[in-house]
């Protein structure tokens, strides 16, 4: 199979490589769709503390495929189920997963870091992390395209879950990407009273408007708080979200809320070269009565919420994947995502069925 394989920060070969082999409790999936996150690119980039100097992986995270084998003892699945897989798997002991939080283990795994992911023509779910309800049925009708974007959705929706938006408030999304887009939808969907995009650059503002944004700022040189003050006559918002890593966006958003206003920081920060350090007033949070919140990811619960919310129709995510690469072209696919030219770059499998059975065929994996 081929596969676009992570082998030092700033490498990354398309190889041949072996179907893999099946064992008790394991899934095989034929990957149908994949797309590039910003984790993949800064991986790529940078590398990540749970590869090894050394290590070699397949990257690749968002993704939905169809299930072509399955091992002993595996229930609940079968061959032909159209699935996606949610990449952090839990270890499913420590308080964290006890609650729900698979996101948040201190001892996670995960799909395209930890574990092969879905940048190969089949990806191997093991035992442990069907166990854990990493795998999820596709609704029917719902196409592969969108299953690969209900993974960073879904890490969107528990984001603005967090901030508990309702139809009484101003909501700034800063940061005019693929999360912020997403981040628009469920603003909208949420029934927020008035959605703001601000962005730097105009590339890609003009695009959020069509998922439900009533007013787009384009800063460039501007005050981010004068600008946002500028168009809430003085007000500020009830609720920000930070779609942008900027340490001067997460200070500028504690000063443009409203009183009781509430900020979620969702991009994070890199921590290279040191620990980032932001500027709070934390006065202004304490006598405007602000609330501060950050969230990473998404639990499997937030997923399954996520995956019906696509697929009962109620947003659709087709317009965001603005390209699509063969896997062939993954270092292209790379410089699509990180240009900012368009939205979500695809990585589509373009080898024919009858190719494939006989890949299958050839590793032992009945077609």
Known sequence: MRAAVFHAPGTVVLEDRPIPAVGPGDLLIRVQAASVCGTD????????????????????????????????????????DRVSVTPNVGCGRCPMCLRGLNNMCPDY??????????????????????????VFHLPAGLDYTQAALVEPFSCCLRGVRSVGIGPQDDVLVVGAGPIGAFTVMLARLAGARRIIVANRSRGR???????????????????????????????????AITAASSAQVQADAVQLLATHGRLNFFAGLSGRGGPPTVAIDTNRVH??????????????????????????GRVDLSGLLTRTFSVEDIH????????????????????????????????????
């Open 287 to 312: 006598y405007q009565g602000l609330t501060l919140t950050g969230t990473t990811g998404s639990s499997n619960a937030d997923y399954a919420d996520a995956l019906q919310i696509v697929g009962q």
């Open 109 to 134: 795994e995960a799909f395209g870091v930890s574990l092969d992911g879905g940048f190969a023509e089949y990806l191997l779910v093991p035992a442990f992390a069907v166990q854990r309800g990493n």
């Open 205 to 239: 503002l003009a695009q959020l408007a069509g998922y439900g944004a009533d007013t787009l700022i384009e800063v460039g040189d501007r005050d981010l708080v004068e600008a946002v003050k500028a168009e809430t006559g003085g007000r500020g918002v009830d609720v």
């Open 332 to 367: 292209e696919a790379f410089a699509y995502a990180a240009s900012g030219a368009g939205m979500k770059a695809g990585i589509a499998f373009g080898t024919d069925p009858s190719a494939r059975a006989a890949d299958l065929e050839q590793a032992g994996v009945p077609a």
């Open 41 to 80: 690119l800064r991986i790529f980039n940078y590398g990540h503390f749970k590869l090894a100097p050394g290590a070699h992986r397949v990257q690749g995270h968002e993704t939905a495929g169809e299930i072509v084998a399955t091992g002993d003892e595996v229930t609940g699945y079968a061959v032909g």
